[in-house]
Nanobody, 114 residues
Framework: QVQFVESGGGLVQPGGSLRLSCAAS????????MAWYRQAPGKQRELVAS???????NYADSVKGRFTISRDNAKNTVYLQMNSLKPEDTAVYYC????????WGQGTQVTVSS
């Protein structure tokens, strides 16, 4: 069965950094585009970044220049390096393979606060 397990979240001060990881199983990871999403309280889930099997990346305007998505196909893992964090980045972060179906992990909480 398809599973995504996110980790690496936490509490960080504005301007700080975090690196999120998402371990995937049950899919042929290397052929799928992978994506990170986030959902803040009272808001809809939004796409943050994506990376194709060919390592083409795309980012939401709100995170361009601050976040970097990457993948390790040998480890079936996708990463999100988040720098220069802002309070508005506070959310639960999820990963997903958009074309593999509506499978979601439990997410990892990121809180940016002084």
């Amino acid at each position: 069965q398809v599973q995504f397990v996110e980790s690496g979240g936490g509490l960080v001060q504005p301007g700080g950094s975090l690196r999120l990881s998402c371990a995937a199983s049950g899919i042929r990871f290397s052929i799928y585009t992978m994506a990170w999403y986030r959902q803040a309280p009272g808001k809809q889930r939004e796409l943050v970044a994506s990376i194709t099997s060919g390592i083409t990346t795309n980012y939401a305007d709100s995170v361009k220049g601050r976040f970097t998505i990457s993948r390790d196909n040998a480890k079936n893992t996708v990463y999100l390096q988040m720098n220069s964090l802002k309070p508005e980045d506070t959310a639960v972060y999820y990963c997903n393979a958009p074309l593999a179906g509506p499978y979601w992990g439990q997410g990892t909480q990121v809180t940016v606060s002084s």
